[in-house]
């Protein structure tokens, strides 16, 4: 499986932006996406993460709100949208699929197998 993020930008503090994440290859049922952001000098963090036939999602704390994630079977992609964003918003986001996790383990970047090469966001204050 291959990732393509796309949608980042500049955006002004309570702006939107939607990040959309393209699979390329054979996405399951099992699968999960993720998609996951690091700050300049801060760890990467899960954002948000769903599993890609239903039945649940997760969303990091700093997000709940305000991010949703969906997903688009015809077109094999997992999209972000961003509302009311914050200048802590600010990073590099990154989407990441999993054959097979537990909504437990969701939030581990190391428990994904594929991951895109990144989208950065920014918002100035």
């Known amino acids: 499986v291959q990732l393509q993020a796309s949608g980042g930008g500049l955006v002004q503090a309570g702006g939107s932006l939607r990040l959309s994440c393209a699979a390329s290859?054979?996405?399951?049922?099992?699968?999960?996406m993720g998609w996951f952001r690091q700050a300049p000098g801060k760890e990467r963090e899960l954002v948000a993460a769903a599993r890609w036939s239903g039945g649940w999602t997760l969303y990091g704390d700093s997000v709940k709100g305000r991010f949703a994630i969906s997903r688009d079977s015809a077109k094999n992609t997992v999209c972000l949208q961003m509302n009311n964003l914050k200048p802590e918003d600010t990073a590099i986001y990154y989407c990441?699929?999993?054959?097979?996790?537990?909504?437990?383990?969701?939030?581990?970047?190391?428990?994904?197998?594929?991951w895109g090469q990144g989208t950065l966001v920014t918002v100035s204050s």
């Open positions: 990441a699929a999993d054959p097979g996790l537990l909504r437990s383990m969701a939030s581990d970047g190391k428990e994904y197998d594929y």
């Open positions: 290859g054979r996405v399951i049922v099992t699968y999960v």
